[in-house]
Protein backbone atom coordinates (compact mmCIF):
# COMPACT_ATOMS: atom_id res chain seq x y z
CA UNK A 1 0.00 0.00 0.00
CA UNK A 2 1.45 3.28 -1.13
CA UNK A 3 0.41 6.62 1.00
CA UNK A 4 1.89 9.41 -0.79
CA UNK A 5 1.17 12.78 0.00
CA UNK A 6 0.57 11.71 3.46
CA UNK A 7 3.53 10.42 5.30
CA UNK A 8 5.97 8.96 2.15
CA UNK A 9 6.04 5.41 3.62
CA UNK A 10 5.02 2.26 1.80
CA UNK A 11 3.90 -0.81 3.34
CA UNK A 12 5.05 -3.89 1.69
CA UNK A 13 3.47 -7.16 3.28
CA UNK A 14 5.70 -10.24 2.88
CA UNK A 15 2.58 -12.20 1.74
CA UNK A 16 3.17 -14.76 4.18
CA UNK A 17 0.35 -14.82 7.31
CA UNK A 18 1.92 -11.67 9.11
CA UNK A 19 4.36 -9.76 8.30
CA UNK A 20 5.47 -6.20 6.14
CA UNK A 21 8.70 -4.05 5.42
CA UNK A 22 8.36 -0.67 5.91
CA UNK A 23 9.93 1.13 3.15
CA UNK A 24 10.61 5.24 3.11
CA UNK A 25 11.26 5.75 6.56
CA UNK A 26 14.68 7.17 8.34
CA UNK A 27 14.04 5.70 12.14
CA UNK A 28 17.25 8.17 13.28
CA UNK A 29 15.10 11.13 12.28
CA UNK A 30 12.03 12.46 14.21
CA UNK A 31 8.37 10.66 12.66
CA UNK A 32 5.28 13.41 12.45
CA UNK A 33 2.14 12.08 13.65
CA UNK A 34 0.57 11.05 10.91
CA UNK A 35 3.79 8.68 9.81
CA UNK A 36 3.55 7.65 13.04
CA UNK A 37 0.02 6.37 13.38
CA UNK A 38 0.57 4.82 10.20
CA UNK A 39 3.25 2.96 11.47
CA UNK A 40 1.51 1.69 14.20
CA UNK A 41 -2.27 1.21 11.94
CA UNK A 42 0.04 -1.20 9.72
CA UNK A 43 1.92 -2.80 12.99
CA UNK A 44 -2.07 -3.78 14.36
CA UNK A 45 -2.49 -5.46 10.81
CA UNK A 46 0.30 -7.05 9.85
CA UNK A 47 1.95 -8.32 12.87
CA UNK A 48 4.99 -7.52 12.49
CA UNK A 49 6.71 -4.81 11.15
CA UNK A 50 10.79 -4.89 9.22
CA UNK A 51 12.35 -1.44 8.63
CA UNK A 52 15.58 -2.17 6.68
CA UNK A 53 18.79 0.03 6.26
CA UNK A 54 18.66 1.65 9.23
CA UNK A 55 21.45 3.36 11.28
CA UNK A 56 20.35 3.66 14.55
CA UNK A 57 22.92 4.12 18.03
CA UNK A 58 21.24 2.91 21.55
CA UNK A 59 19.49 6.24 21.94
CA UNK A 60 18.18 6.80 18.59
CA UNK A 61 16.49 2.83 19.15
CA UNK A 62 15.35 3.60 22.61
CA UNK A 63 13.43 7.51 20.61
CA UNK A 64 12.02 4.92 18.06
CA UNK A 65 10.47 2.36 20.67
CA UNK A 66 9.17 4.96 23.53
CA UNK A 67 6.79 6.37 21.13
CA UNK A 68 4.69 3.44 21.34
CA UNK A 69 5.21 3.25 25.07
CA UNK A 70 7.06 3.31 28.38
CA UNK A 71 10.08 0.60 28.23
CA UNK A 72 10.69 -2.48 30.24
CA UNK A 73 13.53 -3.05 32.21
CA UNK A 74 16.00 -6.08 30.99
CA UNK A 75 15.05 -9.22 31.94
CA UNK A 76 17.07 -11.73 34.03
CA UNK A 77 19.29 -13.45 32.34
CA UNK A 78 20.93 -16.97 32.19
CA UNK A 79 24.45 -15.67 32.46
CA UNK A 80 25.35 -13.46 35.48
CA UNK A 81 28.13 -11.62 33.88
CA UNK A 82 26.25 -10.28 30.99
CA UNK A 83 26.04 -6.46 31.65
CA UNK A 84 23.45 -4.60 28.88
CA UNK A 85 24.54 -0.98 28.00
CA UNK A 86 21.08 0.72 29.29
CA UNK A 87 18.44 -0.76 31.54
CA UNK A 88 15.91 -0.79 28.68
CA UNK A 89 18.73 -2.49 26.28
CA UNK A 90 19.23 -6.12 26.27
CA UNK A 91 22.24 -7.60 24.00
CA UNK A 92 21.05 -10.72 22.34
CA UNK A 93 24.72 -11.90 21.49
CA UNK A 94 27.13 -15.04 20.99
CA UNK A 95 30.24 -13.38 21.22
CA UNK A 96 32.27 -14.27 24.14
CA UNK A 97 35.13 -11.70 25.33
CA UNK A 98 38.12 -13.46 27.34
CA UNK A 99 35.63 -16.61 26.89
CA UNK A 100 32.46 -14.71 28.51
CA UNK A 101 29.50 -14.23 27.00
CA UNK A 102 28.58 -10.36 26.42
CA UNK A 103 24.80 -11.50 25.70
CA UNK A 104 21.68 -13.86 25.51
CA UNK A 105 20.51 -16.78 23.89
CA UNK A 106 24.13 -17.69 22.40
CA UNK A 107 23.71 -19.38 19.17
CA UNK A 108 21.35 -22.17 20.42
CA UNK A 109 18.24 -22.80 18.80
CA UNK A 110 15.37 -20.81 20.56
CA UNK A 111 12.02 -22.13 21.01
CA UNK A 112 8.73 -20.42 20.00
CA UNK A 113 7.82 -17.87 22.50
CA UNK A 114 6.25 -15.13 23.90
CA UNK A 115 8.94 -12.97 25.18
CA UNK A 116 8.51 -12.24 29.33
CA UNK A 117 4.75 -13.23 29.45
CA UNK A 118 6.39 -15.19 32.56
CA UNK A 119 5.25 -11.39 34.42
CA UNK A 120 1.88 -10.00 35.05
CA UNK A 121 2.01 -7.23 33.05
CA UNK A 122 3.37 -8.84 29.69
CA UNK A 123 5.53 -5.86 27.19
CA UNK A 124 3.08 -5.80 24.05
CA UNK A 125 5.74 -5.49 21.87
CA UNK A 126 9.43 -6.31 21.53
CA UNK A 127 12.23 -4.17 18.89
CA UNK A 128 15.19 -6.26 17.58
CA UNK A 129 17.70 -4.25 16.32
CA UNK A 130 20.24 -5.92 14.15
CA UNK A 131 24.19 -4.84 14.21
CA UNK A 132 25.79 -7.96 13.17
CA UNK A 133 24.46 -10.86 11.64
CA UNK A 134 25.94 -14.10 10.88
CA UNK A 135 26.48 -15.57 6.92
CA UNK A 136 23.77 -18.55 7.06
CA UNK A 137 21.55 -19.34 10.25
CA UNK A 138 19.61 -17.46 12.79
CA UNK A 139 16.69 -16.45 10.99
CA UNK A 140 13.79 -15.28 13.07
CA UNK A 141 10.40 -16.93 12.83
CA UNK A 142 7.04 -15.15 13.87
CA UNK A 143 3.55 -16.86 13.66
CA UNK A 144 0.53 -15.02 13.77
CA UNK A 145 -2.08 -16.54 16.68
CA UNK A 146 -5.18 -14.77 15.52
CA UNK A 147 -5.09 -17.17 12.67
CA UNK A 148 -4.06 -20.29 15.15
CA UNK A 149 -6.83 -19.63 17.24
CA UNK A 150 -9.25 -18.46 14.33
CA UNK A 151 -8.77 -21.78 12.12
CA UNK A 152 -9.40 -24.02 15.80
CA UNK A 153 -12.45 -26.22 15.17
CA UNK A 154 -15.73 -24.07 16.84
CA UNK A 155 -16.07 -26.61 20.06
CA UNK A 156 -12.40 -26.43 20.80
CA UNK A 157 -12.70 -22.81 20.66
CA UNK A 158 -15.40 -22.75 22.92
CA UNK A 159 -13.33 -25.04 25.92
CA UNK A 160 -11.07 -22.92 25.74
CA UNK A 161 -13.14 -20.31 26.88
CA UNK A 162 -12.15 -19.17 30.61
CA UNK A 163 -8.77 -21.75 30.51
CA UNK A 164 -6.16 -20.11 32.16
CA UNK A 165 -2.57 -20.91 31.74
CA UNK A 166 0.69 -20.85 33.79
CA UNK A 167 3.82 -19.61 32.07
CA UNK A 168 6.84 -20.46 33.31
CA UNK A 169 9.59 -17.71 34.54
CA UNK A 170 12.82 -20.20 35.61
CA UNK A 171 13.76 -20.63 32.15
CA UNK A 172 14.69 -18.32 29.02
CA UNK A 173 13.92 -19.52 25.38
CA UNK A 174 16.80 -21.46 24.94
CA UNK A 175 16.22 -23.42 27.87
CA UNK A 176 18.42 -22.10 29.88
CA UNK A 177 17.59 -21.48 33.63
CA UNK A 178 17.78 -17.91 34.58
CA UNK A 179 20.12 -16.82 37.36
CA UNK A 180 18.75 -17.85 40.92
CA UNK A 181 16.11 -20.14 40.04
CA UNK A 182 15.34 -23.53 40.70
CA UNK A 183 15.00 -26.05 38.30
CA UNK A 184 11.28 -27.31 38.08
CA UNK A 185 9.95 -30.69 37.31
CA UNK A 186 6.11 -30.46 37.95
CA UNK A 187 4.52 -27.15 35.70
CA UNK A 188 2.24 -27.07 38.47
CA UNK A 189 5.20 -25.95 40.90
CA UNK A 190 6.38 -23.61 38.67
CA UNK A 191 6.84 -20.00 39.25
CA UNK A 192 5.66 -17.45 37.05
CA UNK A 193 2.07 -15.39 35.64
CA UNK A 194 -1.28 -16.97 35.21
CA UNK A 195 -3.11 -15.80 31.54
CA UNK A 196 -5.89 -16.68 29.36
CA UNK A 197 -5.49 -19.15 27.04
CA UNK A 198 -7.44 -16.40 24.86
CA UNK A 199 -6.11 -13.38 24.33
CA UNK A 200 -8.21 -10.16 23.07
CA UNK A 201 -6.03 -7.98 21.80
CA UNK A 202 -6.97 -4.67 23.32
CA UNK A 203 -6.32 -2.46 20.08
CA UNK A 204 -7.99 -4.41 17.43
CA UNK A 205 -10.47 -6.63 20.01
CA UNK A 206 -9.19 -9.98 18.04
CA UNK A 207 -8.80 -13.19 19.86
CA UNK A 208 -5.44 -14.51 19.97
CA UNK A 209 -4.23 -17.74 21.10
CA UNK A 210 -1.64 -16.60 24.16
CA UNK A 211 1.62 -18.95 24.86
CA UNK A 212 4.46 -17.97 26.80
CA UNK A 213 7.11 -20.98 26.06
CA UNK A 214 5.98 -24.94 25.92
CA UNK A 215 8.31 -26.00 28.64
CA UNK A 216 6.50 -26.14 32.26
CA UNK A 217 3.45 -24.57 31.12
CA UNK A 218 -0.21 -25.58 32.75
CA UNK A 219 -3.38 -25.27 32.49
CA UNK A 220 -5.04 -24.58 36.27
CA UNK A 221 -7.05 -26.95 37.38
CA UNK A 222 -7.34 -29.65 34.85
CA UNK A 223 -5.38 -32.94 35.82
CA UNK A 224 -1.54 -33.06 34.26
CA UNK A 225 -2.09 -35.26 31.90
CA UNK A 226 -5.20 -33.19 30.22
CA UNK A 227 -3.41 -30.10 30.94
CA UNK A 228 -0.05 -31.88 28.56
CA UNK A 229 -2.29 -33.21 25.87
CA UNK A 230 -4.19 -29.95 25.41
CA UNK A 231 -1.31 -28.19 25.72
CA UNK A 232 0.50 -30.75 23.24
CA UNK A 233 -2.74 -30.32 20.54
CA UNK A 234 -2.73 -26.64 20.80
CA UNK A 235 0.94 -26.35 19.97
CA UNK A 236 0.93 -28.76 17.64
CA UNK A 237 -1.70 -26.56 15.56
CA UNK A 238 -0.46 -23.14 16.56
CA UNK A 239 3.20 -23.69 15.30
CA UNK A 240 2.47 -24.73 11.78
CA UNK A 241 4.15 -23.75 8.89
CA UNK A 242 1.19 -22.02 7.73
CA UNK A 243 0.74 -19.42 10.13
CA UNK A 244 4.71 -18.60 10.14
CA UNK A 245 7.21 -16.06 8.26
CA UNK A 246 10.65 -16.26 9.21
CA UNK A 247 13.36 -12.77 9.15
CA UNK A 248 16.79 -13.59 7.21
CA UNK A 249 18.52 -10.75 8.69
CA UNK A 250 20.81 -8.01 7.26
CA UNK A 251 22.74 -5.97 8.91
CA UNK A 252 20.59 -2.38 9.94
CA UNK A 253 17.51 -4.33 9.90
CA UNK A 254 14.96 -3.18 12.72
CA UNK A 255 12.27 -5.60 13.45
CA UNK A 256 9.23 -5.08 15.78
CA UNK A 257 6.76 -7.71 16.57
CA UNK A 258 3.65 -7.61 18.79
CA UNK A 259 3.91 -10.29 21.69
CA UNK A 260 -0.03 -10.10 22.11
CA UNK A 261 -0.76 -11.94 19.00
CA UNK A 262 2.41 -13.05 17.49
CA UNK A 263 4.99 -16.24 18.43
CA UNK A 264 9.11 -16.06 18.07
CA UNK A 265 11.32 -18.61 17.76
CA UNK A 266 15.02 -18.28 16.02
CA UNK A 267 16.95 -20.71 14.56
CA UNK A 268 20.80 -21.83 15.36
CA UNK A 269 23.44 -20.97 13.72
CA UNK A 270 27.73 -21.92 13.51
CA UNK A 271 28.89 -20.38 16.68
CA UNK A 272 31.77 -19.60 14.93
CA UNK A 273 30.13 -16.65 13.49
CA UNK A 274 28.93 -13.34 15.37
CA UNK A 275 25.34 -12.37 15.75
CA UNK A 276 24.70 -9.03 17.68
CA UNK A 277 21.28 -7.91 17.88
CA UNK A 278 20.21 -4.63 20.36
CA UNK A 279 16.40 -5.60 21.83
CA UNK A 280 14.19 -3.05 23.60
CA UNK A 281 10.74 -4.13 24.88
CA UNK A 282 7.21 -1.92 25.35
CA UNK A 283 6.13 -2.39 28.61
CA UNK A 284 3.19 -4.17 29.20
CA UNK A 285 -0.17 -4.76 29.91
CA UNK A 286 -2.28 -7.37 31.72
CA UNK A 287 -3.73 -10.04 29.17
CA UNK A 288 -7.41 -10.39 28.94
CA UNK A 289 -10.33 -12.08 27.19
CA UNK A 290 -13.27 -10.03 26.02
CA UNK A 291 -16.38 -12.48 26.57
CA UNK A 292 -18.02 -9.81 24.72
CA UNK A 293 -15.86 -10.45 21.45
CA UNK A 294 -17.98 -14.23 21.44
CA UNK A 295 -21.02 -12.44 20.80
CA UNK A 296 -22.74 -13.42 17.54
C1 LIG B 1 14.22 -11.96 21.50
C2 LIG B 1 14.43 -13.17 20.72
C3 LIG B 1 15.42 -13.91 18.70
C4 LIG B 1 16.54 -13.50 17.84
O1 LIG B 1 14.96 -10.98 21.30
O2 LIG B 1 13.30 -11.95 22.33
O3 LIG B 1 13.79 -14.16 20.94
O4 LIG B 1 16.42 -13.73 16.64
N1 LIG B 1 15.33 -13.03 19.76
O5 LIG B 1 17.54 -12.99 18.35
MN1 LIG C 1 12.20 -13.67 22.43
Known sequence: MDLPGTTGITIVPTGASLGADIVGVDLSQPIDAATFTAIEDAWHQHLVLRFRSQQLDDPGLLRFARRFGELDKAPIHAKGEVEDPFPEITVMSNIKIDGK???NLGNYE????????????????????????????????????????????????????GLQCKHDSSRNSAGELRKG???????????????????????THRNALFFGRRR??????????????????????????????????????????????????????DPNSRRLMHRTQIKGDKPRFDPATLAA
Not at 128 to 144: H, I, K, M, Q, R
Not at 198 to 203: D, M, N
Not at 225 to 246: C, G, I, M, P, V
Open 101 to 103: PTG
Open 110 to 161: AEWHTDMSYNELTPIGSVLYALEVPPAGGDTGFSNMYQAYASLPADLKRALV
Open 181 to 203: FKEVTDPREAPGAIHPLIRTHPA
Open 216 to 269: NACIIGLPPNASEDLLDKLWAHATQKRFAWYQQWKVGDLVMWDNRCAMHRRDAF
